[in-house]
């Protein structure tokens, strides 16, 4: 057993009301500058739909994740050491950025110089490449409210294959027609296909977190990485000629705070926690042959922090002992593995992702109270998931690689607890049985409610704190002279950019750790601070 932690994050989609708070301030937080004006590390998509970029999950095409081969080995869809060398120079299997999109701005000094006159002045759109007058055709998120069902409904690559497997269970009549938010930021996996593809060695998972990250010193720009991960989450700044992607906000959650997109989250419907896993089991979970057991598999890496003997051995591994309390207070840990409500996001792609979900329940409550019925008595709730107008072929398409059972599991524990906290919230007596019918006790139910409903911030966000040595490290890579791309006509000492004086330069923070606990402090007080 050799035992490593790892920070996950949990999200409900039955409370994302897909405003995109959170993609605007990672953006702003993260690439508000020249040569990634097209990236979201964060970004909200409707389901079903084509995603970012247009058709992501496609691995036939996009040759993403691993594969099994002959022998039952792990190997990358998109071709071993061989042929990576092979096309060093020429990587075709790369979405362009007609499959993101061109990302525009418009002439509003238009607007602020038109003379008068009769008519309206309009300011047009201009493409933020190659700063001509353009057609908006895409977008992030063309799909947003079913926006594009009509015309590219059916090439949603999960519609494909329920559609295949269930004939007409999903169709666009607008009486027939479902929707949900899916906010994705990179999985930071347990087995990243990222780092496996990378030829210099840049992309790395970091041993203390888990956190995944880009080597910006060592990244030569070959690409692989973006081919190499199936979720495409990580991107190629065209400014700099280096791979970018989601760092989980390191410099935040090393002090405790919680990551960007998860602060500024309107429906607090992100948890952020420490699991601890068996390192030496990931690549025999990874391989499992059946594509349904790989959620089973990696719920089996995932260690019991309360068992002496894996207390042992992270204390023995080097893991600090307020990383293992963490791990016994973490709230992913509890929807993950003790209530198991939340589920992985594409387990076939055997990456072994460690961001996950909590299907969408509140579809067939609404469907349930327009008919007159009480959508939340546990009878009609029972009776009506497996009758959702969002089919659950779908959701386990999206969640457990087409097997359906994980998922009217999930669904089924969330509609016990909604019925029994009901009868609570009423005055009346809870039926003990609701509890029974899916395999928990009353008072699980009834802490379940508790962390999905009410938990506060330090219930939400269990992140402990980097050690002192990891700490001034920090600080040090902190300072001006830390960047390595910020030398004279070097890539970080870009011309301002199109956002701005700043957009164009190299993001080098300023900001010493005690200002991040500072910080920390003033987001997670009781009172409000000045």
Not at 75 to 100: C, E, H, M, W
Not at 444 to 459: I, P
Not at 470 to 481: G, I, Q, T
Request: net charge negative; charged share 25%; hydrophobic share 40%.
């Amino acid at each position: 057993m050799r035992v490593m932690a790892q920070l996950a994050m949990v999200m409900n989609l039955d409370k994302c009301i897909g405003c995109h708070t959170c993609s605007v301030t990672c953006k702003q937080t993260w690439t508000n500058r020249a040569g990634v004006e097209y990236v979201w590390f964060n970004n909200v998509e409707t389901r079903p739909g084509l995603g970012y970029p247009r058709g992501y999950e496609d691995q036939e095409r996009w040759r993403g994740g691993w594969t099994l081969d002959r022998r039952g080995r792990l190997a990358l869809k998109g071709g071993g050491r061989l042929r990576t060398l092979l096309n060093i120079f020429s990587n075709p299997v790369l979405p362009l950025v007609q499959d993101y999109y061109e990302p525009w701005t418009y002439d509003y000094r238009t607007l602020h110089e038109a003379p008068l006159g009769d008519d309206y002045p309009v300011a047009r759109p201009r493409s933020l490449l190659s700063g001509r007058h353009m057609a908006i055709e895409w977008s992030a998120n063309w799909d947003d409210n079913l926006g594009g069902m009509t015309q590219f409904g059916a090439e949603d690559p999960m519609v494909r294959k329920v559609r295949e497997q269930a004939a007409e269970k999903v169709r666009f009549e607008f009486e027939q027609s479902f929707m949900f938010y899916l906010p994705r930021i990179c999985e930071h996996c347990l087995n990243p296909a990222c780092v496996a593809a990378c030829p210099s060695g840049a992309m790395y998972k970091r041993a203390e977190d888990g956190i995944v990250l880009v080597d910006q010193d060592s990244c030569r720009g070959w690409r692989k990485c973006v081919t190499g991960c199936p979720y495409k989450k990580v991107y190629f700044n065209h400014r700099t000629g280096k791979a970018e992607k989601c760092t989980f906000c390191y410099p935040r959650v090393e002090v405790g705070l919680s990551t960007v997109c998860s602060e500024t989250c309107v429906g607090r419907l992100r948890y952020i926690g420490v699991l601890l896993y068996d390192a030496d089991k990931v690549v025999a979970a990874a391989s499992v042959r059946d594509e349904q057991a790989l959620y089973e598999a990696q719920l089996d890496l995932f260690l019991d922090p309360e068992d002496p003997l894996v207390r042992r051995e992270a204390e023995r591994a080097g893991i600090a002992p307020d990383w293992i309390e963490a791990a016994r207070r973490s709230p992913v840990r509890r929807l993950i593995c003790d209530y198991r409500v939340a589920l992985p996001l594409h387990p076939e792609f055997r990456t072994m992702p460690m961001v996950w979900y909590i299907p969408p329940l509140s579809p067939v409550v609404d469907a349930l109270t327009a008919t007159g019925f009480d959508g939340e008595d546990a009878h009609n709730l029972f009776g009506a998931i497996d009758s959702l107008r969002i089919p659950l072929e779908y959701l386990a398409e999206l969640f457990t690689a087409g097997d359906p059972k994980p998922v009217r599991d999930s669904l089924a524990r969330l509609a016990a607890m909604r019925s029994y906290l009901r009868d609570i919230n009423l005055d009346e007596m809870p039926d003990e049985g609701i509890a029974t019918a899916v395999g928990m006790s009353g008072a699980d139910l009834y802490e379940l409610h508790q962390l999905l409903a009410v938990a506060k911030y330090e219930e939400r966000y269990v992140i402990p704190t980097a050690a002192a040595g990891d700490a001034v490290a920090l600080e040090e890579s902190m300072l001006p002279d830390g960047c390595s791309l910020d030398y004279e006509d070097g890539p970080g000492m870009a011309e301002p950019g199109p956002f701005g004086d700043e957009s164009g330069r190299t993001f080098v923070p300023l900001a010493t750790v005690e200002s991040f606990h500072v910080l920390r402090a003033r987001q997670t007080g009781e009172e409000a601070q000045g």
